[in-house]
């Protein structure tokens, strides 16, 4: 095995020589005879023979043993044959393979292993010059490294997003994405890394030379459209809009927020605006100047006073400017706070389906008492649907590949320790608080009323419902 690993690695290196396609071979041949290897090796032996054959001018052999070992259930081989495709530019039918590489990785509970098959998909899309979804798709390779403290491939995503932020015209958010991929370079990462990295790094194209015709392709979106929050009677509330850009162009405009009187401030570095409310008359006004670069995300953190009166409603809306696209806006309503609750999830929403890549919900767990963590809680969705849940540091928590509220099913996924082995989660308090992060991926098509996700938290040995949100189309 560990011969076999180190031709692997040659080649990986460049370092290939003719002689490794029958060394690979015959490596491959005594692992199959060994009875105290696994078959897993042997497929990781013939996929590093594969390599081979295709280094050594062999395609079509080479191919034909990665097909062979897909139709075995091998991963590693799939990832090589579409790493081969991409490189050689052959992209005929390579999403196909990309999407099927995903499935399988989710089927199988084998998240960690998505930062890769994200990062093949960046490549593939960046090559096909469909920047803003290579952008979303990057960002998402470059938060699971993060998640995953994969601190190999972070330098590598990082640098990825420099340069098609700076393909789309983003001077600064690719100077910021190059500093993160620099600092990251900081960790033990292989000298074939630290080259790669510097490499793209030195050579960031411009919008203008990268010969790819900037495009409208979207608007800016604001979500949740609408939020209710019933919050615990003498305890300051929070709730949180999200603010995205998904085209290919800087998009200015300005956050105008209706209703109670408020004071914003914003803090560029973590793409957070903070609206703090008052009680106050219904016709304050107040607006915020925001420039949102290509595929940029901001947070919209709204801290509602303790004492908010019932029946307080609150308007946020974005107002592109004078030739942008039309407004959009979110409506948060705050309802008399329920009498002897100590705990709560406290806000609920509506959110529109993100055809591509998936709902972000976030909830805001508040307590009255000295508890270092909530309840049980888990989430249920109305159709079939895959669940991520994160922390409010972007830390994965768990994964429910069915949406049926159980972390005990097949593909299911749980990252982090609650101090039990149940088939749950529970929010981690900090002074009372937690906040998650849900990612929702409906299977197939929406219903003409949209699907519900259910919040729900064990009490008394009973399943407690606590927020409900709608996704619609």
Known sequence: VARIRSLGIAMELGGFEPGFVDRSRELADQLAKNRFSTRANEMSARCVHATALLLAGREDEGLGLLDQLIGNGSERARFAKIRWLLEKGRTQGLEDLIVESLEFLRANSLKISEAEIYSLYADFLESEGRLSEALQIRKQALGLCRSFHLFVGLPVEAAGVSRLLARMGDAAGSAAAAKEAEEALAANVPERVRNEVRKTLARLPSARDSGTRTEKNGKVDLQPRSVVVIPIEGIASETSLGLANPTD???????????????TSVDEERGEVVVNVANGSADDTTAQDLTLEPGEYWLIRIRLDAGLKPGSKLTVAWEPSPDGEESTSSTILCEAADEGVAAAVIEAGEFRLNPFYGVPIRHHFISAGKETQSPPVRFIASQAARIEVYGGDDMLWCVDAQGNGSLADAGDERHVDFGDSEPHIRLPLENGR????????????????????????????????????????
């Open 249 to 263: 162009r800087s998009e200015g405009g300005r956050l105008v927020v209706t209703g109670l009187p408020v004071s």
């Open 434 to 473: 937690s906040e998650v992060r849900v990612q929702v991926y409906p299977e197939g098509g929406l219903p003409e009323e949209g699907m519900t996700l259910k919040l729900e938290i064990l009490a008394g040995g009973e399943w407690i419902p606590h927020a409900e949100d709608r996704i619609v189309r």
